[in-house]
């Protein structure tokens, strides 16, 4: 599998992009997109359509739900019934400041952005292989900081891939807690007249005066999803951006972004969709798929600690050309390690 990849460090965030095809055995996109757990929004760009497709209409709507509870005891996340129930594998993975790990007892880690001085501790329970050993001391000692202890109430969001099951599963197991479901936010929209930039699906660096490169194409897309002039005009004091060269008009765009709780299962399914949109001939050269985790998320991508200060950026961008090459843009917060 030939894959290029750099890596470009500036003030705000790390960038990783790499280029590869989806009909490569060694393609890691779906293990990307399946570890990346804790994902709010998601958005892709379709240039040269004015109606989306059916298919990616209905995947669009059956992206919840998903649930918020308020006042929770974490003790509730460690029971067998709700291991069994809803946790096929993972962890649970606490966040503390120094004073409250020290008071829980629970075993734990120094966070490795905590500085000089250690001001937050990871704990990590791997709640499967700690369902089959109720009966051990490590059980006992893990339920009792967590009811007895310190007994601590979050107010959560809770999603799941469901097979087979009703989705009032997860209402009905948590009723006597303060539950309630909510749908993603669905925001659809055709822009009319794109500038978009000009891409080669073999030259992730651009080529002056034939090609964009891939970051150029990144601050455009944040360009387009917020919304933002592209035009540079001079009596335009909110932003002077435009889009990059060389760039082409297209009549017309799709554009849809949904935000709430999304399981990283929904966005396989869309991913898989948006790779057979070139089974039949289209104008477009190329479609994206962007997908930004929440910024106070613990973790990253599986288990990767994430560091949260100033900005907590997390995502991931998909650029899906149509002879099934793609390029795969990752960008973390400065305070991160090195995306994978």
Not at 114 to 133: E, H, Q
């Amino acid at each position: 599998m030939a894959t290029l990849r750099r890596l470009r460090e500036v003030p705000r965030h790390l960038l990783v992009c790499e280029k590869s095809n989806f009909g490569h055995d060694k393609s890691r996109h779906r293990h990307l997109v399946e570890t990346h757990y804790h994902n709010y929004r998601v958005s892709f760009l379709i240039p040269e359509c004015g109606i989306l497709s059916e298919e990616l209409k209905n995947l669009v709507m059956e992206t919840g739900p998903y649930y918020f509870v308020k006042n929770l005891p974490l003790h509730e996340l460690i029971t067998q019934e709700f291991i069994n129930t809803f946790v096929k594998k993972g962890k649970l993975i606490l966040s503390l400041d120094k004073d409250t790990y020290e008071e829980t007892g629970l075993q734990g880690r120094p966070s490795q952005y905590s500085g000089r001085r250690i001001m937050k501790f990871i704990v990590s329970i791997d709640l499967v292989a700690l369902s089959f050993n109720l009966d051990s001391k490590k059980y006992e000692r893990i339920s009792w900081s967590l009811k007895e202890k310190k007994p601590l109430k979050f107010d959560f969001l809770l999603a799941w891939h469901h097979t087979g099951a009703e989705d009032s599963t997860m209402v009905s197991y948590f009723s006597n807690y303060q539950i309630q479901e909510h749908q993603p936010k669905i925001a659809l929209s055709t822009v009319a007249d794109l500038q978009c930039p000009v891409l080669q699906s073999s030259s992730l660096r651009g080529d002056p005066e034939v090609a964009c490169s891939a970051p150029e194409l990144l601050d455009w897309l944040g360009a387009v999803f917020s919304h933002a002039e592209l035009n540079n005009e001079p009596n335009n004091f909110i932003s002077t951006y435009c889009c990059p060269q060389p760039s082409t008009v297209v009549a017309k765009a799709s554009l849809c972004t949904v935000t709430g709780f999304i399981v990283s299962e929904k966005i396989c399914v869309l991913l898989e969709q948006l790779c057979h949109y070139f089974d039949e001939p289209k104008l477009a050269p190329w479609v994206t798929l962007s997908v930004q985790g929440f910024a106070d998320s613990p973790v990253s991508w599986r288990e990767n600690e994430h560091g949260f200060r100033k900005g907590g950026e997390h995502l991931y961008n998909f650029v899906i050309f149509n002879n099934q090459d793609y390029w795969l843009q990752m960008a973390v917060g400065a305070n991160d390690g090195c995306p994978p």
